[in-house]
């Protein structure tokens, strides 16, 4: 069997449910589970897979049975809603001595809420002890659905820090996406294998495919603003998803289903001259308007450090989105405002914007906004005045006389300096002004297509493979040229000899 399957596990309801595991060639394999069984006969490789029919929502647990030669049981299999949860560092952040696990919520609480983690060695219930390798990010989103919906909750997490999007596609794709956005080879990356093209999907994700899901919540971006892709992070997102929901089709043998996709819009502002975090952020906003069934949590109030400390908030947005897109509470406001039309004119620029809810608002109650900037054709931007006008806001600058383009929050913070979990910079709260009265900041945003300013300071740090070689081709070198100095040394010696004989013969 799959590893995926094991005591405690959560199924999907609501949609077919693949089960498969390898047997014997030719063997006869049955599973059985709330009233269902389906039979197979393996292929000549020993695979197999069934999928049984949509699940009702089940609280108290059942057994699946799996009969071939022998016979596996599960016990304690609830039905609910399943989450894949993924990402780098900021998805990878657990519970522990300074983010301790909340004391509210103990097992008898939260008994129908089960995780499948790092290593995929099983399915555990949560306790203070378990969460210790539980990402806080799923916890929160998780907990938060179950709260409301008061149904079992799976949440399967993989993650690992410092790692860019393309190395949570397959190679192929990733290779696909490469080529069509213009990324020179080697993705202006260092050349660690973690972040290969390909890897993470290996080595996390491919196991995990076709279990079934009702979607995916992600937490990345990061490793992609340092390694200047941050400008394609946009198209990228489509290749991503576009292979992921095709994987997770062609595996289960269903028709490719387009499922939700919700993820953080980072916060993080560091080193901004080498670094490309503004431009991945809004590359993340421009995604929403490209992709099928996404959507995006803002979370600016908990930057400008790379690990925002509370990660509570961030769970609880990304729950809005499902809640309000998949679970009908469509009253809710699930995002902040996200600009939808500009209109220029001399030296102003009144911009429109989706999600509004129930109105905007300066932050702090004040009657100008901050960090808003105009620029013209030479897309040198400048500080501007900016005030609500309704619904919208009206953007003005003495200095540009005929505005092209418009931004807000690129300058809002000043850039602090990269730090582990729990840095000092971590727990610093980001500047911003516009919000809607429902309590979430609107999105960061630029409507320049400008190549960032930080691709002219790539500087990568050669790997350890990359070390080798070249001081393997140094000493190459100085061994060549020391066999030149040699040969000339004994020619000149040589020569020597040939003129003390000819002076003899004389």
């Known amino acids: 069997m799959s590893k995926m399957f094991g005591d405690g596990m959560v199924l999907q309801r609501e949609l077919p449910v693949p089960v498969w595991g390898q047997a014997d060639p030719g063997e006869q394999v049955s599973v059985s589970f709330a009233g269902q069984e389906k039979t197979v006969t393996t292929s000549d490789n020993g695979s197999w897979q069934v999928v049984l029919d949509p699940l009702e929502t089940a609280s108290k647990g059942q057994i699946l049975t799996v009969k071939g030669s022998n016979e596996l049981s599960f016990n304690d299999v609830l039905v609910g ?5 993924a990402g780098q560092s900021n998805m ?8 301790p696990f909340p004391a509210k919520y103990d097992k008898k609480k939260i008994s129908r809420m089960r995780y499948n983690g790092k290593g995929n060695k099983g399915w555990d219930s949560i306790d203070e002890k378990s969460a210790k390798s539980l990402s806080r990010v799923a916890f929160y989103f998780g907990v938060n659905l179950y709260e409301e919906l008061n149904i079992p909750i799976g949440l399967i997490t993989r993650h690992n820090g410092g790692t860019p999007m393309q190395a949570w596609m397959n190679a192929d794709d990733a290779e696909v996406a490469r080529k069509a956005l213009n990324i020179p080879e080697g993705w202006r990356e260092e050349a660690k294998k973690q972040r290969k093209p390909g890897y993470q ?14 979607g995916a919540i992600w937490y990345q971006g990061e490793r992609n603003a340092k390694s200047n892709t941050a400008l394609e992070y946009d198209k990228l997102t489509v290749h991503f998803l576009d292979s992921w929901r095709k ?9 490719t289903r387009k499922f939700p996709f919700y993820y953080i819009q980072i916060p993080t502002d560091i080193h901004l001259r080498n670094y490309e975090f503004p431009w991945v952020r809004d590359r993340q906003r421009r995604a929403l308007e490209i992709t099928e069934n996404t959507g995006m949590a803002i979370f600016w109030e908990q930057g400008p450090g790379l690990h925002p400390a509370d990660k509570s908030l961030a769970g609880k947005r990304l729950a809005l989105l499902a809640l309000a897109k998949d679970y009908g509470q469509t009253d809710l406001v699930y995002s902040g405002p996200l600009l939808d039309q500009v209109t220029y004119s001399p030296n102003t620029a009144r911009l429109t914007f989706k999600h509004v809810g129930n109105g905007l608002v300066e932050r702090k109650g ?10 013209g054709d030479d897309v040198k931007y400048h500080p501007a005045e900016a005030v609500i006008d309704g619904d919208e806001v009206l953007v003005t600058c003495d200095a540009v006389s005929n505005p092209k383009y418009v931004r807000y929050l690129f300058n809002a913070n000043p850039p602090v300096k990269e730090s582990k979990e729990g840095g000092a910079g971590d ?20 409507t320049d297509d400008e190549i960032p300013g930080p691709r002219a300071n790539i500087r990568l740090k050669p790997s350890k493979e990359e070390k080798a070689a070249r001081k393997a081709k140094q000493q190459a070198q100085k061994e060549k040229k020391d066999l030149r100095e040699t040969q000339k040394d004994n020619k000149a010696q040589q020569e020597v000899v040939e003129n003390e004989k000819s002076s003899k013969h004389s």
């Open 81 to 85: 809603e399943v989450w894949l949860c």
């Open 247 to 255: 994987d997770w089709g062609e595996r289960s043998g269903l028709e």
């Open 201 to 214: 999907y290996n080595d996390k994700l491919k196991e995990v495919i076709p279990y079934a899901i009702r």
């Open 366 to 375: 004040e009657k100008s906004l901050k960090y808003f900037e105009l620029a």
């Open 92 to 99: 990878a952040g657990r519970f522990g001595d300074k983010s």
């Open 427 to 446: 727990k610093a709260a980001s500047n911003f002004s516009l919000m809607n009265k429902d309590g979430i900041p609107a999105s960061a945003f630029m």
